[in-house]
């Protein structure tokens, strides 16, 4: 007869890695979401286990300070901070990170600044990069970084054209320099078991997350979730390739279908020579502006953006960040014993 212990421990040494990395209970990185990953999902993640991770946006250094501490009065656990490389003020925000002693920093939103890279590191803390291909997963590790998330384009918001399966396969083999999370799609114990066999440290899950009790999205914005399939959460669609749109995942409402007419309006206005490509190119990317803000926080989930990933057919009610992350160690733990069980020789 198999023991509790026994699943564990074969849990526990399958991402070892990834919990020494991260100072953690279980190798599970909160995706940062803007406007839901705050202060209380961030800490409820941490003391459930897990590791919280706050999505910083376009906050300010001031902003960003408050929030850090804001985190450290509700938990005590270790979390980390999502900075977008492409913000103008990122030495500045990572200062700020440093000052509050964050242990971990990750870089998101394109290749980061060898500079920025080196700033986290001459500081003492970690540096964790998203790596979207081979190619640059391999220049990540000439660069520096501690470790790196490798996310299919199942997950939710800003996605790339690479199936998370595919991407494990041509990733995970190939790198093992530092701890690799995978992300995308994952909604799952069974799931996460699978890539940590595969050699992955550990997993980012974001879209399991946004129906926490302790996340402030508005009730709307967790009904949709909760209501919604895989296959509701679909990329954006760009009008026109000289147009071009980074695709989002995100839940069909009317704000996606105004999308598409919104493009095709400015298409037609640059045809017609009443504007300039700059401008035209400006006004496509500047239509979502505040519209993940409209949706998460005010609740328009028909006119806003609501970003999730497929995995949010999985999403079935609103409960803790603890009993969510439970059910994944539940659902892994089993995966595990029937693994064992298939194994055992018959007893005679």
């Known amino acids: 007869m198999l023991d509790q212990s026994a699943e564990t421990a074969i849990l526990n040494s399958l991402w070892a890695r990834g919990r020494e990395f991260l100072g953690v209970e279980m190798a599970i990185l909160g995706g940062a979401m803007s406007w839901v990953s705050e202060r209380h999902l961030v800490a409820a993640i941490s003391n459930a286990g897990g590791f919280g991770v706050i999505a910083s946006g376009s906050m300010t250094p001031a902003l960003l300070s408050a929030e850090i501490a804001g985190t450290r009065s509700l938990t005590t656990k270790p979390f980390g901070v999502n900075l977008i490389t492409m913000h103008p003020q990122l030495t500045?925000?990572?200062?700020?990170?440093?000052?509050?002693?964050?242990?971990?920093?990750?870089?998101?939103?394109?290749?980061?600044?060898?500079?920025?890279?080196?700033?986290?590191?001459?500081?003492?803390?970690?540096?964790i990069c998203f790596a979207p291909a081979l190619v640059l997963?391999?220049?990540?590790?000439?660069?520096?970084?501690?470790?790196?998330?490798?996310?299919?384009m199942e997950a939710g918001g800003h996605i790339g054209p690479v199936a998370t399966n595919v991407l494990v396969q041509e990733i995970l083999p190939h790198i093992t320099e530092v701890p690799i999370f995978v992300a995308g799609g994952i909604g799952r114990g069974?799931?996460?078991?699978?890539?940590?066999?595969?050699?992955?440290?550990?997993v980012q899950?974001?879209?399991?997350?946004?129906?926490?009790?302790?996340?402030?999205?508005h009730p709307r914005f967790k009904q949709a979730f909760i209501k919604a399939s895989a296959r509701d959460a679909v990329p954006s669609v760009q009008f026109d390739a000289r147009f071009p749109v980074i695709p989002v995942r995100a839940l069909t409402n009317e704000g996606?279908?105004?999308?598409?007419?919104?493009?095709?309006?400015?298409?037609?206005?640059?045809?017609?020579?009443?504007?300039?490509?700059?401008?035209?190119?400006?006004?496509?990317?500047?239509?979502?502006?505040g519209a993940l803000r409209r949706a998460v926080i005010d609740g328009d989930v028909e006119g806003g953006s609501v970003m999730a990933g497929q995995s949010v057919g999985m999403v079935a009610r609103e409960e803790p960040a603890q009993a969510i992350i439970a059910e994944l160690m539940d659902q892994a733990l089993t995966a595990i014993r029937a693994r064992l069980i298939f194994r055992e020789p018959a007893v005679i």
């Open 190 to 202: 069974e799931t996460i078991v699978s890539f940590l066999e595969l050699g992955a440290s550990g």
């Open 256 to 289: 996606t279908k105004r999308f598409m007419e919104v493009q095709r309006e400015i298409v037609v206005r640059f045809n017609a020579g009443e504007v300039n490509q700059k401008d035209a190119q400006l006004e496509i990317e500047h239509y979502w502006a």
């Open 137 to 152: 997963a391999r220049k990540l590790v000439r660069m520096g970084v501690d470790a790196m998330v490798i996310e299919g």
């Open 205 to 217: 899950l974001g879209t399991r997350f946004v129906c926490a009790t302790e996340s402030i999205a």
């Open 92 to 127: 500045e925000l990572i200062d700020v990170c440093v000052e509050h002693d964050v242990g971990h920093i990750v870089l998101a939103g394109g290749l980061p600044p060898s500079a920025a890279i080196q700033r986290i590191k001459q500081a003492g803390k970690k540096v």
